[in-house]
């Protein structure tokens, strides 16, 4: 476990520049010689804290230490809660768990308050105090994340991560959010969630920007490496730590070299290669070497081991197990020494908050004692005042009871009306669609009796051909005879079905045969009620949406309703004389993701904007008295709630309406 938290420690900081060329540590070191005042002195000491952070923990400390006074001499309150918050990521990276923690929540304190903006210095271009207070915030809950994979505490662990990570988005950290991706890559490894871990993988590869190769992605390759590893991928976890390699040597950077040296030494014992494995294992010692990393000299030491073990060299393969399990012996001691401590330091901290709790509660119990008292004779007065009004409360109660009876059967009785009145609107348009077919019935059957006179008479003549030809003729006619009959027999189910109770149940039903239905008949219904009426109708239906479970019945009122309205609206403008004026109503299904949207649109004169919250409201209605319920865009907008959607207007006065029915199937 520990090694995976040191690996994130060294690699996903934002501030690790460990192989810096020694000219840069000239310079650093020149900076602060030739410091001219508090603030360029401070700005130094923190360059070569940063600098020395993964190679030299105790430099690293020292110059913290000295900047981090001056940052509160200053009053620059975000640059303090960027020291503090440097200093618990070093104090992590060593295994000092209780002083990381008290670091962190010093600077934790300093970057949740948003008065600490008020104190900043030297801001990049184009960033503000919020952003940078936030950015520092994004970094310390990454670096306390770090700190809880430590010390086994994985659900902290990742919620740390993913608060730091939802930090980042706002400001628009990538580099950042990268580094937050690999480390819940690594998280979820640890938890045994290889797919997951796996994910954020390769989102932090996806997110690499084009030819710029960063400090980390090596440590990325590592991760995809390990999943594959224990995944039993060999091949691509072998693939992964050669590109991780490269990367890091190319980068210079010692540890994520050392720990890709480790990794390589690992899989190929795997691959039962174990000349391969001493070779990367001895270039993984050198480099832990060279940069002080014990845990990291103890894992080669152990892969030191199982390879002589492989080629039989067991004096060799015991003398390196016993380095490794002296070294890992003193690791693991001070390792549960600042481990306990921690678990010390958190205990403190809960008896701290429960004394606190006591306290208020005991001060709650002393006001509750107070207010009881206080309040007793008021009750006792009160309770005199209740008896006797107690018989005057259950008759009214009674009688509110039944008013809300009565109401609730005022209520059925006005949706039933609304219902027959829909029923009304369609009756004349559902009358024109029925005479259609039936004119047809009516005409085939002339016709066909007339064929079979003639039949007759060609059979008695003895023209077979022609009689026969002729029965074709009649037979064509009896199918189209049928085909009508069932379009009629259709259009009276249609108004059955619209006619009875839903019974509630979602049923597969084509949405643009069932728009198309209703927007004749509603258009034909209108026309028996004002002949000289005329609008152009324009449709344009997705037929990709298929077939969808609605209640028919139910989605089919809405649709007469918003139809009937619009047709309603560009009448009414029409009938205003207006010069130029065509009526146009429009109609179009479309399906959006996991939406369906029906759209009826009018270019009427539109609903004014004093009334427009109030639409949706039963009984509110612009029509004349007698014209409408004022219940139909009401009962309209419950229906298409109940089916999970929603309903809404896009409205201009004197231009027209658009009403939106948005469904999830």
């Known amino acids: 476990m520990k090694q995976f938290i040191v690996f994130l420690l060294l690699l996903s900081s934002a501030y690790v520049n460990a192989q810096a060329p020694k000219d840069q540590l000239a310079k650093l070191h020149s900076a602060l010689e030739n410091a001219a005042n508090d603030t360029i002195r401070m700005d130094a000491y923190f360059n070569l804290a940063i600098h020395y952070n993964a190679t030299n923990n105790d430099s690293a400390l020292y110059y913290l230490a000295l900047c981090l006074p001056i940052s509160q001499k200053l009053n620059l309150k975000l640059i303090e809660a960027h020291i503090l918050e440097n200093k618990g990521y070093v104090l992590t990276g060593i295994g000092n768990y209780p002083k990381a923690l008290e670091s962190f929540l010093k600077s934790q304190k300093i970057a949740e308050d948003p008065a600490s903006e008020k104190y900043v210095w030297n801001l990049p271009s184009g960033q503000t105090p919020r952003e940078a207070r936030l950015q520092t915030l994004a970094y310390l809950y990454q670096t306390m994340g770090h700190l809880y994979g430590a010390t086994n505490n994985p659900d902290k662990q990742i919620a740390s991560y993913l608060k730091s990570k939802e930090i ?97 030494s690992r899989i190929y014992l795997l691959l039962n290669k174990p000349d391969s494995s001493l070779f990367y294992a001895y270039k993984g010692l050198k480099t832990c070497k060279i940069a002080g990393i014990l845990d990291g000299m103890a894992d080669v030491y152990n892969s030191l081991s199982s390879a002589y073990s492989k080629l039989n060299k067991t004096d060799s393969a015991f003398a390196y197990l016993k380095l490794a399990s002296s070294l890992s012996d003193s690791l693991n001691v001070v390792e549960r020494k600042n481990l306990t401590s921690y678990q010390n330091l958190g205990f403190d901290e809960q008896i701290r908050l429960r004394e606190l709790e006591e306290e208020k509660a005991s001060y709650q119990n002393k006001i509750r004692t107070n207010t009881l008292m ?195 609206a560009v009448n009414e403008k029409k009938n205003s004389n207006i010069e130029g004026y065509e009526p146009v109503v429009s109609m179009s299904t479309k399906k959006i993701a996991d939406k369906v949207e029906i759209k009826v649109a009018d270019n009427g004169n539109g609903i004014p904007q004093k009334v427009l919250d109030k639409i949706f409201q039963p009984f509110f209605t612009t029509k004349p008295t007698g014209q409408g319920t004022g219940l139909g865009l009401s009962l309209s907008y419950d229906i298409i709630k109940a089916h999970g959607g929603e309903l809404k207007v896009v409205t201009l006065e004197n231009e027209g309406s658009e009403f939106i029915i948005s469904i999830h199937v």
């Open 168 to 264: 980042a988005e706002s400001t628009q950290k990538a580099g950042l959010i990268r580094t937050i991706n690999m480390n819940l890559g690594w998280a979820y490894f640890n938890l045994n969630r290889l797919d997951t871990a796996l994910l954020y993988a390769q989102i932090a590869l996806d997110s690499l920007p084009k030819n710029d190769i960063g400090k980390y992605t090596g440590g990325i390759y590592g991760l995809v490496g390990t999943i594959y590893q224990k995944k039993g991928n060999y091949k691509k976890a072998l693939n992964a730590y050669k590109t991780g390699l490269e990367l890091n040597t190319e980068q210079n950077n010692l540890y994520g070299l050392s720990r890709s040296c480790i990794s390589l």
């Open 374 to 568: 206080g309040s007793l004779f008021t009750l006792l007065v009160i309770a005199f005042f209740l008896f006797r009004n107690n018989r005057h409360k259950q008759k009214a109660k009674q009688r509110i009871e039944a008013a809300y009876d009565q109401l609730k059967s005022t209520q059925s009785q006005l949706i039933q009306s609304e219902k027959m009145a829909s029923l009304g609107e369609l009756t004349a348009g559902i009358a024109h669609e029925i005479q259609n077919p039936l004119n047809f019935v009516n005409n085939f059957s002339e016709v066909s009796n007339e064929l079979i006179d003639e039949m007759i008479d060609e059979f008695q003549k003895g023209n077979n051909k022609d009689a026969f030809e002729i029965a074709d003729d009649i037979k064509q006619n009896l199918e189209k005879i049928n085909h009508h009959g069932k379009r009629a027999d259709a259009i009276v189910k249609g108004m059955l079905q619209h006619s009875r109770s839903s019974s509630g149940v979602k049923e597969a039903t084509d949405i643009n045969a069932l728009c198309d239905e209703y927007l004749r008949l509603s258009y034909h219904g209108l026309r028996a009620k004002d002949k000289d009426f005329k609008a152009t109708i324009k449709t344009d239906f997705d037929y990709s949406i298929g077939i969808i479970n609605i209640i028919p019945q139910n989605i089919g009122r809405v649709v007469l309703n918003l139809l009937t309205n619009a047709f309603y």
